[in-house]
């Protein structure tokens, strides 16, 4: 199953994608991860990106396709891929038809997550990530056991300096008009399926897994 998570920051695409990994054995690709990673450990991407996520705007297209190109390649990726945060730009859609048709594939799946907006900023201001396994947690909606640390690999909680709520608005903004074309340019291929971000995260699962199941 190749598919894609669409949808605006905060509706739950990293949440939803972790637990699909587990169930559909096929990796979950956040290229915001990816980034994260590199800003980590000081490499040449995290240097190139750095500056534009820490402004809420996107990384050119230019770095964020060749990385997405280069993970696709990847053996774990031959059942397929869950990807979340690519593509953002009509260009990035583009260019991921071109790498599949490449590799003799294509998109089975892309899943419009959706969320009002006032919900979408609460869940990110109230978000806490493990800077160790990137572990995924809410203050309020999905605490871990212990305040401050990761239920899974006792790492460090942070708040992604990108989740302070100027930035958080501003990546909203930035990516609005974007994903409505994404929305659009999937809803004419004829894969597109929208599906509501509300209710808690089990119940947003088994609406996924429904729809998966249906389209296998
Ligand atoms: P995310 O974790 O998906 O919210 O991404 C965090 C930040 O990484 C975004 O605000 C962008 O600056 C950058 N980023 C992630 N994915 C992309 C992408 N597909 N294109 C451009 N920038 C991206």
Request: hydrophobic share 35%; aromatic share 4%; glycine share 8%.
């Given at each position: 199953?190749d ?11 990293g949440t939803q ?6 169930s559909?054995e ?6 915001g991860?990816i980034?994260?990673k ?6 040449p991407?995290g240097k ?6 820490d402004?809420?705007?996107?990384v ?5 396709i ?14 397929g891929?869950?990807l979340?945060?690519?593509?953002r730009t009509?260009?990035q859609a583009?260019a991921l038809?071109?790498i599949l ?9 892309v899943?419009?997550l ?6 979408l900023?609460?869940?990110l201001a ?11 947690y809410?203050?309020e909606?999905?605490p871990p ?10 790492g460090?909680l ?7 709520e100027?930035?958080v608005?501003k990546r909203?903004?930035?990516n609005?008009?974007k994903t409505?074309?994404?929305?659009d340019?999937?809803?004419?291929k004829g ?10 995260i089990?119940k947003?699962?088994q ?7 249906a389209?296998?």
């Open positions: 199953m598919m894609i998570l669409l949808g605006l920051p905060g509706v739950g695409k994608a972790k637990k699909l990994e587990e559909l096929i990796p979950h690709i956040a290229t991860d980034f994260r590199a800003i980590k450990n000081e490499t991407l190139k990106a750095k500056s534009f996520i402004a809420g705007e996107l050119p297209d230019e770095v964020t060749g990385i997405v190109k280069e993970r696709l390649t990847k053996p774990d990726c031959e059942n891929f869950i979340d945060g690519f593509p009509i260009a583009e038809d071109e048709v490449e590799q003799n594939r294509e998109l089975d799946l899943i419009y959706q969320a009002e907006i006032d919900i900023v609460k869940r109230g978000r806490r990530v493990c800077v160790d396994c990137g572990a995924v809410h203050v909606n999905d056991e212990v305040e401050g640390v990761c239920d899974k690999c006792g460090k942070i708040q992604r300096s990108d989740d302070q100027k930035t608005k909203i903004e930035v609005k008009e409505a074309k994404l929305a340019y999937y809803q004419n894969i597109l399926h929208e599906v509501e971000s509300t209710g808690g089990d947003v699962q609406r996924l897994m429904e729809l998966i199941e389209n296998k």
